[in-house]
């Protein structure tokens, strides 16, 4: 008689490291010149490092972006929040690269924007959820335990 049996060993930790979002919008984002809130653009980035996304001014990032990051960028998303509006964005596998998180918003006045955040992320074995809020000029990432 012969035994034949298959053992597999799952090791999570050996897994890449996904991320969630949640991204909400406050009823007062971006105003334009009347003082209404519009939609706003976001970017979010996959970074090796965050030395060049931290460095870059508004106008690099939105000239271009990966010139501005060089071999710092791994991948990007792209996202649209309306006032008011929540969004859920299904689990991103992210690449063995991805060091850092960054977000970007396209804010209408940058000069009075806090426009960017980045968090720290492993590589492997870890689920996050980030919650990006939009509330008035200000993009807020937080990393959601």
Same mark, same amino acid.
């Given at each position: 008689?012969?035994?034949? !049996?298959? *053992? *597999?060993?799952?090791?999570?930790?050996?897994?890449?490291?996904?991320?969630?979002?949640?991204?909400?919008?406050?009823?007062?984002?971006?105003?334009?010149? @009347? !003082?209404?809130?519009?939609?706003?653009?976001?970017?979010?980035?996959?970074?090796?490092?965050?030395? $060049?996304? $931290?460095?870059?001014?508004?106008?690099?990032? %939105?000239?271009?972006?990966?010139?501005?990051?060089? *071999?710092?960028?791994?991948?990007?998303?792209?996202? =649209?929040?309306?006032? !008011?509006?929540?969004?859920?964005?299904?689990?991103?596998?992210?690449?063995?690269?991805?060091?850092?998180?960054?977000?970007?918003?396209?804010?209408?006045?940058?000069?009075?924007?806090?426009?960017?955040? =980045?968090?720290?992320?492993?590589? %492997? !074995?870890?689920?996050?959820?980030?919650?990006? %809020?939009?509330?008035? @000029?200000?993009?807020?990432?937080?990393?959601?335990?």
């Amino acid at each position: 008689m012969f035994l034949v !049996g298959c *053992s *597999s060993k799952y090791d999570p930790a050996s897994e890449p490291s996904t991320i969630t979002l949640s991204m909400v919008a406050t009823d007062t984002i971006n105003p334009n010149n @009347n !003082g209404d809130a519009s939609p706003v653009e976001l970017k979010v980035f996959e970074l090796e490092d965050d030395s $060049m996304f $931290m460095s870059a001014s508004y106008d690099q990032l %939105l000239d271009d972006y990966k010139k501005a990051l060089k *071999s710092n960028y791994v991948d990007d998303y792209d996202y =649209v929040l309306l006032p !008011g509006q929540f969004k859920f964005i299904d689990p991103i596998k992210l690449d063995e690269d991805t060091r850092y998180i960054g977000v970007m918003a396209f804010f209408a006045d940058p000069e009075q924007s806090d426009w960017k955040k =980045v968090v720290k992320v492993k590589t %492997l !074995g870890r689920e996050y959820h980030l919650l990006v %809020l939009l509330n008035h @000029n200000e993009v807020i990432l937080e990393r959601v335990e």
